[in-house]
């Protein structure tokens, strides 16, 4: 079956350590994007991606970095410069274009310890 | 950067019809009304989608008038799994969520 896949889903880390989400799509889309969800609040984008070898910042994303060399993969490491990294992460994916349906990965929660 | 503009909350009887609006004054010619449910601890699941006049499927109904500054996402007879977190967006070159409606259904 075709999805979306985050992993993993609980993720403790200690301060001042760099940590890796992974996000996988098997869905053939060409954009993929990482937000971060606060309790109680909407979810804010971190970075996107359009096309593979390329990627920009959406509005939080000091503190974190993005890679897309292939199509299926769009990894994102939380720094130890990110102040507050506990939060709920999403990573999404479409076709590119204006109409068509966003998928969402069933998140990581990543806890600092 | 649009945005949107959502009520933070809404309560709503079991069996009612819900209407839920959102203002997006300064949409772009090329985005499409895009309406995502979120339930806790999961990521949004696709609702609707509409560029103007007025969308239906099998879940919820889409309006959307000519100046295509609001729109409003209608869910008929909600009951009590329909308690999540609503959310509009503009979708053109990117997605961006704005705070979403929490809407508490009631027995």
């Known amino acids: 079956d075709g999805g979306i896949t985050q992993s993993p889903k609980y993720l403790f880390r200690k301060e001042g350590q760099n940590v890796t989400l992974s996000c996988e799509q098997n869905l053939n889309h060409d954009a993929m994007y990482w937000y971060r969800q606060d309790p109680g609040q909407g979810l804010r984008l971190i970075y996107y991606?359009?096309?593979?070898?390329?990627?920009q910042k959406g509005d939080i994303a000091e503190g974190y970095s993005v890679s897309r060399e292939k199509k299926e993969s769009f990894p994102l490491t939380v720094t130890s410069a990110q102040k507050n990294p506990t939060a709920f992460y999403l990573c999404?994916?479409?076709?590119?274009?204006?109409?068509?349906?966003?998928?969402f990965g069933q998140g990581t929660r990543l806890t600092v310890v | 950067l649009a945005k949107t503009t959502q009520p933070i909350s809404m309560d709503s009887y079991e069996g009612q019809e819900v209407n839920i609006t959102c203002s997006h004054n300064?949409?772009?010619?090329?985005?499409?009304i895009t309406w995502y449910q979120q339930f806790p601890s999961q990521g949004p699941r696709f609702i609707i989608q509409g560029y103007k006049t007025k969308v239906t499927n099998e879940v919820a109904s889409l309006f959307i008038p000519a100046d295509r500054k609001s729109s409003t996402l209608s869910l008929p007879r909600v009951s009590l799994s329909d308690t999540a977190v609503y959310y509009c967006?503009?979708?053109?070159?990117?997605?961006?969520f704005g705070t979403g409606t929490r809407l508490t259904v009631i027995p």
């Open positions: 991606s359009q096309i593979v070898n390329d990627f």
């Open positions: 967006l503009l979708q053109g070159n990117n997605l961006f």
């Open positions: 300064n949409i772009a010619t090329n985005d499409y």
């Open positions: 999404a994916s479409t076709i590119r274009g204006m109409n068509t349906e966003a998928f």
